[in-house]
């Protein structure tokens, strides 16, 4: 077996709809995480320019709206020049979450997978904005559902398949499924900054707290047998009166950031940063044994020898829906 690799879950506060100063942020982080001896650093759901938590206290803001645009990341961009060159500078592979700004100023939750070369091996947009996201974001389409990449971590670690979904896409079990069946080592899974519950009486749903949501990502290591990057954002008081958030259900007080590395048998690995409220800016680092993935899956492998495809198959539409087509079938 190939010997462990390191790897890193970013918990840190970007500069909220600030796209520059957010990507040199960035920057600095995958700096950081390469000095640390990471391999491959995963950042948090839209950490470019930062989750757009207004949407949870007021869903129309025109002003707010137009801001986060401009502030978005387009995929051929300076922006994302930056991002690959520092990959490449550093020889670290970087799974990014951000807000992507079309062509047409359409924005999207997008994730891009950079190789330690600086190549973009990835990018997709999550299928389906959650809840009061899609007041501002658009869907995904078949192309999408790639979201698995093989990368070449050279001759000491080898070729490892690294797959990314954003927040609650880990409660969708047919595109679960599927991410499994592309066969992932390291699975990154993306948070927008997290409140802890406060209990039974507490009005908002358990499967949005820190504790609901940690539960979803171990629950989908227990599934794939994966590794789990666990990567949250922190809201300081700062970015709440920036996003005007103090009403809302998402980023109402300071804190957010709950980062973690799992075990493909849904055990966590690693302490919390700092005294474990959220609140501390930081990286949490983990030295995988990628064999214990394959221990793991000859107990439970649900895309191998625990699966019965003569009862129970998934389908899938890969074919990416366009708004103009030529001649032929719409999608082909």
């Known amino acids: 077996m190939a010997s462990p690799i390191r790897v890193a879950a970013v918990q840190a506060e970007p500069v909220y709809l600030e796209l520059a100063a957010s990507v040199k942020k960035a920057c600095d982080i995958i700096a950081e995480a390469a000095k640390g001896g990471a391999k491959l650093v995963a950042f948090s759901e839209c950490w ?26 387009s995929i051929n961009s300076p922006e994302m020049d930056l991002l690959k060159s520092a990959a490449r500078e550093h020889t670290i592979a970087v799974v990014l979450g951000f807000s992507e700004r079309s062509p047409t100023d359409s924005v999207y939750i997008a994730q891009a997978i950079i190789s330690p070369q600086g ?5 997709r947009r999550k299928l389906k904005p959650t809840h009061m996201e899609r007041t501002i974001f658009g869907d995904g389409s078949g192309g999408d559902l790639n979201n698995v990449a093989e990368i070449d971590f050279g001759p000491e670690h080898g070729k490892i398949k690294v797959g990314a979904l954003a927040c609650w896409e880990h409660t969708q079990p047919l595109l679960k499924y599927h991410t499994i069946s592309q066969g992932e080592t390291i699975h990154v899974a993306m948070w927008p900054p997290l409140a802890p519950s406060t209990g039974v009486e507490d009005p908002g749903l358990w499967s949005m707290s820190v504790e609901g949501c940690q539960n979803l990502s171990q629950t989908y290591a227990i599934e794939s047998a994966a590794y789990v990057l666990h990567a949250t954002a922190v809201c300081s008081q700062g970015s709440i009166e920036t996003l005007k958030t103090q009403e809302g259900i998402v980023c109402r007080l300071p804190g957010g950031g709950h980062s973690c590395v799992i075990g493909p048998d849904g055990r966590r690995l690693t302490t919390p940063i700092g005294d474990g409220t959220g609140l501390s800016e930081g990286i949490v680092y983990a030295d995988l044994d990628l064999g214990r993935t394959v221990a793991t899956r000859g107990f439970l492998d649900v895309v191998g020898h625990y699966s019965r495809p003569d009862l129970l198959w998934l389908g899938v539409d890969k074919r990416q829906k366009e708004v103009v087509v030529g001649s032929g079938k719409r999608g082909a």
């Open 48 to 73: 470019l320019p930062g989750y757009p938590a207004w949407i949870w206290a007021r869903p129309v803001d025109v002003e707010m709206q137009t801001r986060y645009t401009c502030n978005s990341l």
């Open 119 to 123: 190549e973009l091996l990835t990018h």
